[in-house]
């Protein structure tokens, strides 16, 4: 009998299913599926463990059996990003005996476990809705609101996290938005609860709510046929016991329909890798990195620093996406020993190659290159941006199965905004999706604008537009809640992967 474990953010393992009992066999394959819900963003470690049922437990009901009454045959772990990236999506793990449990006469040889994933057809479905508000409030002074909505999924923990926005429309109280399209997996289900919140738009980031909803995709489907709208409202002040305030503006649901299409699990299985980059602020502003208030410090007791745990956090979930696991990395705004400022370094010393071999190599990249470079400045993305992009280029060019993911990693205000606008309007018909994490206490208004959930497509200074948003912008200010705010910063990229893929109409079949 196998029984699977999942490991929960404490650390602890929690059992959550236990196959049958095969008879006699040395060769057993169990039939019984475990069903989970796979998440992109976090890394999800998975434990089983394989028991030989002693014959007078035979009739015993698999739930009721006590396995500390069963012998161990072994154990293995992994995680289900490594089983669902593997093109058959099977893995095939070493059993091996936890140390206290072997007699020194045991052998070591424990034999090996085959875990098979495939993905349940409901994933599949992806519901298109076009949403229209009607009699929406004015919130701008001299005009009417230009309203956009966000929609997000609550998790567990209460905590939403937007997974679609539309477009703005401007100066107009009754809109329409163009269709959005919301994949039923990444929602949960389409009974889980999704807040609907409408934002009136405004260039300094700080977008007013004008109202919203909960609802799930089935009440939004009952709201379709039904022809219904639904009242907006607004949360009411803590502290005031009195409910929600309802509005009279009211969303609707012009059409519904589900459609399948091919998801981020059918590429995977079809060969398809995302390659991670990381870029490093190396400015000034940083602070002197032998001195413990700078962003740079390596403290000696091992604790890390934001930059260190910012990769840490989103390498360990986009490494098992990655088959040779060798990173580009680069660092920008530092003066080379024996040159002038460079706005993209390689973070290895060499002059020839910038890739390192795995997150460590990164961080050892990292901590030597603070003691092989001064600091200088200004902030300038456009060149990273542009290295990242020539990559993406050359293996589109290649045909390769490729979509690579930049994370900047950076303390302040970048001074080639419009460079920056330039560079990511050209990226944005490339298979690349950029991640920016600002770390210290800067003013990060910028970055919101480059972040197009926050409001408008960027637009490049010859007037183009972007053909899709590439960016995800997350202040890193609240370290004790890291994983959440890297969660939320990795929640999109299965979207905005899928986004190119169509645009391109490239399918998964290999």
């Known amino acids: 009998m196998v029984v699977v474990y999942i490991q929960e953010r404490d650390g602890a393992f929690t059992e959550v299913f236990r196959t049958e009992v095969v008879l006699n066999s040395l060769n057993p394959t169990w039939i019984t599926k475990y069903t989970i819900t796979y998440q992109f963003e976090i890394v999800q470690i998975l434990l089983f463990r394989v028991f030989d049922i002693d014959t007078q437990f035979h009739n015993v009901e698999v739930k009721m059996l006590k396995l500390e009454e069963q012998q161990s045959l072994g154990e293995a772990s992994c995680a289900l990003s490594e089983i669902v990236s593997k093109p058959n999506r099977s893995l095939i793990l070493d059993l091996v005996q936890r140390e206290e449990s072997v007699p020194s006469t045991h052998s070591q040889h424990q034999g090996k476990l085959t875990v098979h994933a495939e993905e349940c057809f409901s994933s599949k479905t992806t519901a298109e809705m076009t949403l229209k508000c009607l009699n929406l409030e004015s919130k701008d002074l001299f005009s009417k609101s230009d309203p956009f909505l966000v929609i997000s999924k609550v998790v567990e923990s209460g905590m939403s996290i937007p997974v679609c926005k539309t477009e703005v429309s401007k100066n107009d109280l009754n809109p329409t938005w163009k269709p959005v399209f919301l994949n039923i997996q990444q929602v949960g289900s389409k009974d889980s609860p999704l807040v609907i919140e409408c934002f009136n738009f405004n260039s300094n980031g700080k977008h007013d709510l004008i109202g919203k909803v909960q609802k799930s995709l089935a009440d939004l489907e009952k709201l379709h046929t039904g022809r219904e709208g639904e009242n907006l409202f607004l949360p009411t002040p803590v502290g005031h016991d009195n409910q929600n305030k309802a509005l009279k503006s009211k969303l609707f649901v012009e059409k519904y329909s589900e459609t399948v299409q091919y998801t981020f699990l059918d590429y995977l299985a079809a060969g398809f890798e995302l390659n991670f980059m990381v870029a490093i602020d190396f400015t000034a502003s940083n602070g002197n990195p032998r001195l413990p208030d700078s962003l740079h410090y390596i403290d000696p007791s091992g604790r890390l620093n934001a930059y260190q745990k910012a990769i840490y956090e989103v390498g360990e979930v986009l490494q098992f996406y ?55 400045g200004p902030t300038l993305f456009g060149h990273v941006i542009n290295r990242a992009a020539m990559i993406a280029s050359q293996s589109l060019a290649n045909d390769a199965k490729k979509y690579f993911v930049l994370l900047i990693i950076t303390d302040g205000v970048i001074t080639d905004l419009q460079e920056t606008k330039d560079a990511l309007v050209k990226a944005s018909d490339l298979p690349l999706s950029i991640l920016i994490v600002g770390v210290g206490g800067a003013d990060f208004k910028e970055m919101e604008i480059l972040d197009a959930d926050k409001g408008e497509r960027l637009e490049s200074s010859t007037g183009r537009v972007a ?12 370290v004790q809640n890291g994983p959440s705010v890297v969660q939320e910063l990795l929640a999109e990229l299965p979207s905005q992967f899928l986004a190119y893929m169509r645009s391109r109409e490239i399918k998964p079949c290999s």
């Not at 460590?360 to 603070?370: E, K, N, Q």
């Not at 053909?467 to 609240?478: E, K, L």
């Open 467 to 478: 053909s899709r948003d590439i960016v995800q912008f997350v202040p890193f200010r609240d």
């Open 322 to 376: 990655d088959a040779d696991k060798r990173f580009p990395a680069w660092g920008f705004g530092a003066r080379p020993i024996d040159g002038p400022v460079s706005h993209c370094f390689n973070l290895n010393g060499s002059s020839n190659y910038c890739e390192v071999e795995g997150i460590r190599g990164i961080m050892m990249a990292y901590t030597s290159a603070l003691f092989n470079v001064s600091l200088a």
